[in-house]
């Protein structure tokens, strides 16, 4: 069923979040007062944290809490993943609810998690020769028609423009869910032969799918993304400038994100509509679902041979392009979450982090509170010199104690905490995000430059390296071979991850999903070697599946 939007009567659609289920309970737990019944709102979230005096131990019963206080409270992972997941995100001033109903509202340090993705990508996607342009975000509803697969698996979320200056429109238009189709008709004007190719380009832009079931991050209406589209003078080429993205997001998950996702191959059910083929990216989240956190596609010729997008080849003959498309989303934002979070809020890794330092100054009495700014100022300054993101909180309303769990809550990943026993040492004491507790925390560490500089560097990379093996164990340890379906039908059961061999139908691949909720995953590059047996069927199999609940 398509969605039809109108856009001159926008607020036909407005709707306070989500689901009113979600709002209440929401409110109900962050204490939200009713001016802020959007959804979730950290300003109110964050009113009234811990008050605690000089240094603290800022984990308490597995929440972030304040002595007198019950506000900024984290429903913990183990009793509720979900809530503890929109809990961290409001509390953390990721995110908040959009007006429109499935809309959220990117706040400025989720939206400094996204730059850092961009950051990464941009970089790597220039490296590999692609150039960023924009597409409009309109398209004519008879571009999607013309691929058939492609308008069949997008239909049901398909928003459509039919009203425009108050007139009825002659042709409906598509609010952009993804891009084939127009740059296709682009394409078609820009390649003539084969000097024209390979034709690469990228762009960032949002899109709009119209969801029936969101979640702030992983599935919304609308949300960001970057999409890169190239055309190619043969299939090979094509299919190496596929399985080349899917390696970029690979490296970019486990160097940056310290996420250890696994690559593979698509299934044919799973298959993106319009591709030949299509390769992901599937992380385990903090619950053991599935979130698949970027693809890659091998269009082959549907979408050229739609469009007629062709060129003439080096003996003179006419020949349609071969093509591939690939994305990732701010939906990583909300894997990064449910990666590393714990009940204190976010652990993000380094490279990754808004802010990487955070130096909280402590001082009791006004004849302290000089000395110890200027070392924390001197101490801000060297570590940003060095090319480290740091924030300085020396505000006096708060806390020192709030200060700390506020911080630790955004998953700042090392704490720098100077008082005046600090300033006249010459020394910090420095606290892990990534390890709670005292165990965390080394004292003494001098604030000459070189000392430090160096120090909280090594710091830094020990917590990205740390993150990435925690999550990697983690991955591994729910991950379950099987040899049958009712061994299959067990791990899926317990939550776990199940791989094996397969090379059923897909009727039977669709069978598992209706009676387990779970679907192949993927393919993994990474075969085990030796024969095998379809944990379904008995016959041969060429290759093990992984199959899971997913997002």
Not at 103 to 125: C, H, S
Not at 334 to 349: K, V, Y
Not at 399 to 404: E, L, M
């Amino acid at each position: 069923m398509v969605s039809s939007l109108r856009i001159p009567a926008l607020t036909s659609l407005i709707s306070p979040s989500f689901t009113r289920r979600s709002t209440v309970s929401l409110r109900r737990r962050l204490h939200l007062r009713p001016p802020l019944a959007a959804g979730f709102s950290a300003q109110s979230a964050a009113s009234s944290p811990t008050e605690t005096e000089d240094r603290v131990d800022s984990k308490k019963s597995g929440r972030v809490q304040d002595r007198g206080s019950t506000d900024r409270v984290i429903t913990p992972r183990s009793q509720d993943f979900n809530a503890w997941y929109l809990d961290v995100i409001a509390n953390a001033e990721l995110a908040d609810y959009g007006p429109v109903r499935g809309t959220m509202v990117i706040r400025p340090y989720g939206y400094a998690m996204w730059e850092a993705i961009q950051d990464y990508l941009n970089v790597k996607f220039k490296e590999t020769g692609h150039s960023n342009m924009y597409f409009p975000q309109f398209i004519p509803y008879s571009f999607i028609e013309k691929e058939a697969s492609h308008v069949e698996g997008f239909s049901p979320e398909l928003a459509l423009v039919t009203i425009g200056g108050g007139k009825e429109l002659e042709e409906k238009l598509v609010v952009r869910p993804t891009s084939e189709t127009i740059v296709n008709h682009m394409f078609t004007q820009w390649i003539h032969s084969y000097r024209d190719l390979p034709l690469m380009i990228n762009q960032w832009a949002n899109v709009t799918r119209w969801e029936m079931r969101t979640k702030p991050f992983v599935r919304t209406l609308e949300f960001l993304w970057q999409e890169g589209h190239t055309a190619h003078a043969t299939l090979e080429e094509a299919e190496k400038e596929a399985l080349q993205m899917i390696d970029v997001y690979t490296k970019f998950a486990y160097e940056q994100a310290a996420i250890p996702v696994i690559a593979g191959r698509k299934s044919k059910v799973e298959t993106f509509a319009g591709a030949d083929k299509t390769y992901t990216i599937e992380a385990m989240m903090g619950d053991r679902k599935a979130l698949q956190a970027g693809t890659s596609h091998n269009l082959g010729q549907n979408f050229s041979r739609a469009f007629g997008t062709q060129f003439t080849d080096e003996n003179g003959l006419r020949q349609h392009v071969w093509q591939t498309s690939w994305a990732i989303s701010t939906r990583f934002v909300g894997g990064i979450i449910m990666t590393h979070g714990d009940d204190a809020g976010l652990m993000l890794p380094p490279r990754i982090a808004p802010i990487q330092v955070v130096i909280v100054p402590i001082w009791k009495k006004v004849d302290e509170k000089t000395g110890v700014l200027d070392a924390a100022s001197s101490v801000a300054e060297t570590l940003k010199n060095a090319g480290l993101k740091v924030k300085l909180d020396d505000t006096d309303q708060r806390t020192p104690g709030w200060k700390f769990n506020f911080w630790e809550m955004k998953g700042v990943p090392l704490r720098i905490e100077i008082g005046p026993r600090d300033v006249s040492s010459g020394s910090v004491v420095i606290s892990r995000r990534d390890i709670p507790g005292k165990q965390g925390k080394v004292f003494g560490i001098s604030m000459e430059p070189s000392i430090l500089e160096a120090y909280v560097k090594d710091r830094l990379d020990e917590i990205q390296s740390s993150l990435l093996q925690r999550a990697i164990s983690f991955r591994d340890s729910n991950i379950v071979d099987v040899s049958s379906y009712e061994e299959l039908k067990e791990a899926i059961s317990l939550g776990k991850w199940a791989r094996g061999p397969w090379s059923a139908s897909d009727a039977d691949e669709l069978r598992i999903k209706e009676e387990t909720g779970a679907t192949i995953r993927c393919f993994p590059f990474e075969q085990p070697q030796g024969t095998k047996a379809c944990l379904m069927t008995g016959k041969p199999a060429d290759e093990v599946a992984i199959f899971a609940k997913s997002y």
